[in-house]
């Protein structure tokens, strides 16, 4: 599925370069949809689904503003902890892996500063093995991060799994808005320059 021409026209008329403390998304505004602008054209989008869940859409620009092509939707705990992740395939082809913990999901704890949390999870895709994999997430202190003048508190976020190659994930998590978002993966760093309300229903058929 791609986003193009006039739904994304729609989306991009909601971008306004300066939004005032009252106009900054909250956590309220879940419900409807949120979505940031990350430097290069990128589009990460954001609504909650249910108590504590939340539905993550990422996608490319491929360098047009007029283009948007998701490419990952993933269903967060908390905001953080992975439940599904779907990758959505250039050609429409889809493939999902669910996530099970060793802790019932409503254990899975709220993200707090300066904490550390070990869990064991179990992932796999239809038709093969499951995988088993120790994740540790350790939380650091808290900061502030701004999208032109909105203003949120964030908690860095650094995950290692084992077994692994050794890299780092990480992640700032907004405790006012009740989820995540990557911001270094591998060599990759995202820079996330905005923040804007969502389109009713701008995914269709992905929600």
Partial sequence: ?????????????????VLSWAQCPQKADLDQGIF????????????ST??????????????????LEPVNRLLL?????????????ARGEQE????????????????????????????GVAGEPPKITRETYVFGPQEQVSFG????????VAVTYEPGDGETERYVYLPELGHSYMV????????????HLAVAGMWGELE
């Fill in 1 to 17: 599925m791609k986003l193009t021409t006039l739904a994304s026209a729609a989306l991009l008329a909601g971008l306004s370069p």
């Fill in 36 to 47: 940031f602008r990350i430097e290069g054209g990128d589009v990460d989008y954001f609504k």
């Fill in 50 to 67: 249910g108590p504590d869940e939340v539905m993550e859409i990422y996608a490319t620009s491929g360098g047009s503003t007029l283009s």
């Fill in 77 to 89: 705990a908390r905001g953080l902890y992975v439940l599904n992740l779907v990758d959505l395939g």
């Fill in 96 to 123: 999902a892996t669910s996530f099970s913990y060793s802790v019932p999901v409503a254990e899975l704890p709220q993200p707090e500063a300066d904490t550390r949390f070990e869990v064991t999870s179990t992932s």
């Fill in 149 to 156: 003048d909105c203003r949120y508190r964030a908690i860095p």
């Fill in 184 to 195: 270094g993966w591998y060599t990759q760093t995202f820079t996330y320059q905005s923040i």
